[in-house]
């Protein structure tokens, strides 16, 4: 059968049952550990034990998520990513856990992060085989969906190697169908608009119909570079995507660094604050076996959690860019936008009538800068006067009159929260 008459198939067998993905899931951003940007596709148990995709590890961080302080902060999911597969399905057509690395199966492993109170999340491919080269979803949609559910999965991420992308405003429905028909509440993160070359081609109206989050962009590194680059696309498509995230369905710009390598504290800070504003996920992907306590502390900062699971589900955006004063530095030529202009200003408004804020400086030469705002740029418009808590520092400033003007570091961010008086 070919993959259009099984999608077909799909439609009739789901006949009276919803296609669109209102599963009362992901009213917040979620929240929870993601094995790829750390461990990627290591599958060398032999040689390196004790940090191969495997059964063990996936164990290992859901003891410390559950822990470590973390569950108690909101991360809740441990996600398994590409590479958990054997290279041939089953002889009836399913998926099987690799049976060295993880010998008890998915389901036990679901079932021992359930006993820590914390959900499991797996990854799957709608092509015909996954980025890594395992098994794909193509012609196996509805035996996917069943399978998941019955190994008791809690969220899917269907990533969009090998496939035409013309394809993907079906099948990607059709998964939603495919899980609603389980009868199972499964979180379905997509990779829908990330294989969309023209970044504003995406109907996202369909996709935030059919996903509860979706990637749309590049894969994280752990370098300052590549959270540079996110921060950039998010600001320079905002009006594109932004009107669409809300309770229940996000724009995922991909996993926090924090705790690895290549981030000092100041950037780690901006990409905490910044996903905060965007209303992203946050999925930690990093061993926190080793994790350092002030990387801890970033991450498990709860003024800054609060603002990104605020219930109004509103996306901040980018208000105010402008250049930085070089001080005799030269002026260098930047490929990203909000490098050409880095002293940046964001807002997010909150349900309880205040306004998160994020006062970032990109520049990366001298020393740090102040960076001023007047209050309407902020959306404060009925009051000349604002009270300010710096929210990373969980300090409170005082009451600031007509404007507000912080000093930033060099790749640094001041993580406001602004409430009118």
């Not at 509440?185 to 979706?214: H, K, R």
């Not at 498509?237 to 996000?250: K, L, S």
């Not at 996993?255 to 910044?274: F, I």
């Not at 926190?288 to 901040?316: A, F, H, M």
């Amino acid at each position: 059968m070919g993959f259009a008459a099984n999608v077909a198939l799909i439609v009739s067998l789901c006949i009276g049952s919803s296609w669109s993905l209102d599963n009362g899931l992901a009213l917040t951003p979620p929240m929870g550990w993601l094995v790829w940007e750390r461990f990627a596709c290591n599958t060398d148990c032999v040689n390196d034990p004790e940090n191969c995709v495997s059964e063990k590890l996936f164990m290992e961080m859901a003891d410390h998520l559950a822990n470590d302080g973390f569950k108690d902060v909101g991360y809740e999911y441990i996600n398994i990513d590409d590479c958990w597969a054997e290279f041939n399905r089953d002889s009836n057509g399913r998926l099987v856990a690799n049976r060295q690395r993880f010998p008890n199966g998915i389901a036990y492993l679901a079932n021992y992060v359930h006993s820590l109170g914390l959900k499991l999340g797996i990854y799957g491919d709608i092509g015909t085989y996954t980025c890594g080269g395992y098994p794909g979803t193509e012609n196996h949609i509805t035996t996917d969906a069943q399978t998941f559910a019955s190994w008791g999965v809690d969220m899917l991420k269907l990533d969009g190697c090998n496939i035409d992308t013309a394809l993907m405003p079906t099948v990607y429905p059709a998964m939603t169908a495919a899980l609603n028909a389980t009868g199972r509440p499964i979180v379905f993160s997509c990779s829908w608009p990330a294989y969309i070359s023209d970044y504003n081609a995406p109907n996202y109206t369909a996709i935030a119909e059919y996903c509860n989050l979706w990637r749309n962009f590049d894969d994280v590194y752990d370098a300052w570079v590549s959270i540079q680059s996110i921060i950039d696309h998010y600001s320079t498509y905002q009006d594109v995507f932004q009107p669409y995230a809300g309770p229940g369905h996000w724009n995922d710009p991909d996993m926090l660094m924090a705790g690895n390598y290549g981030l000092s504290l100041d950037e780690q800070k901006v990409q905490m604050a910044l996903w905060a504003i965007f209303a992203a996920p946050l999925f930690m992907s990093t061993d926190l076996r080793i994790l350092s306590d002030d990387s801890r502390k970033i991450l498990q900062n709860t003024e800054v959690i609060n603002i990104n699971q605020d219930k109004l589900g509103v996306q901040g955006k980018l208000v105010l860019s402008y250049p930085h004063s070089t001080h005799g530095a030269p002026n260098r030529k930047h490929s990203l936008k909000v490098l050409q202009n880095p002293n940046n200003v964001y807002v997010r408004p909150l349900s309880d009538g205040s306004i998160a804020a994020a006062f970032l400086n990109l520049y990366d030469f001298g020393y740090p800068t102040n960076i001023t705002s007047d209050l309407p740029t902020l959306g404060i418009t009925a009051t000349n006067k604002v009270f300010v808590r710096d929210v990373l520092e969980q300090q409170d400033l005082g009451v600031f009159t007509n404007s507000i003007t912080v000093l930033v570091n060099l790749s640094g961010v001041r993580l406001l929260k602004l409430t009118p008086v």
